[in-house]
């Protein structure tokens, strides 16, 4: 069949190539947790300021226990440890660092200066759509846009939280930009099929495995290219990716890091768009690690946020701590997914 040609050549094309997929750069440190957001409540302003001081103390365990803490208090104590960075005090400067960073902090300069970058394009996208401009000055446009963003540290995971359903935001429009840094895209072929993720989905529903990445899709004029190398087949973008989709394809593809996708779930939990559901699916391991505390963290969160979203699903009480727990809670949502995929609302 001709759609069985074309797969092929991808996967061959695919298959020859492989380049560094480019990621936002988000710090390793572990999430904060909901369970240490409670615990900070309770915790003054006069606590935090005392634990900052505690930065700058002779003792290197009350330092290290300072910081610790202060991760831990997460957002309540920004303000006085974002204050902290310009202390005279090197080692209090340094630990304050670190601890921003730990917890996603962009300086308010750098939001100020990713709102302005989007109300800019948002502004030129209206012209364009007004005097019908061609695509082609859409994409540069976007080539511009996107480039500059890269410039500014942790801007994608401040565009991911403007798709909070609590934020005030355009958010077709900041996930057009969110897919545009994360080279988040769905390239759709003459004969009815999608290449997303790690496979090509036909029409008919079936499915051809694809490569595993990370691979690198270009478009220059009216040739596709994917690695570098042109790809034989007619292929457009598909331009309006929804909000849910974007979020999906960071928690279910290759492209997001551990702690966007692990922001990525949560928001789609706020959500509660069923729609969700086979992305984040598709983000479950069968097999886990004990000692990758990473993949632990987020099979835990994606087993919580399916219970969230589709309350008729399976449901799941683990900590995450239980490895026996999270294994039983992905057989049985992989055994409900293998039927509720093919029925209402998800067979369509």
Known sequence: MKFVAYALTVMLILGAQLSVFAQEEIPKEPPIEQEAVEKSEAVTQADIKALVK?????????????????????EPALSAVAAARDSDDFEVKTRAEKILDALNWISPEDCKKIDELVKSYAVEDKKRADTDEEDEAKKKAVRRLIDEMKKIKLSGFYLIKKLRPSEESDKKLVAEILGGLLNLTYWTGADGYHIAGNKIVMDDGEEIPMPAGPWRIEEKGDKVFINGMELQLPTKIEKEIPPVAVLGKIVGGCQGSFKLKLEGLKILEEMKDKEAVQYVMHALKTKLNPEDEETIKLQHQILTTLSKIEKDGPSYEGDGKDIEKLQTGTASWKKWWRKARKEEPYNK
């Open 54 to 74: 505690e930065l700058g103390s002779d003792d290197w365990q009350a330092r290290d226990k300072a910081m610790e803490r202060l991760v831990e208090i997460g």
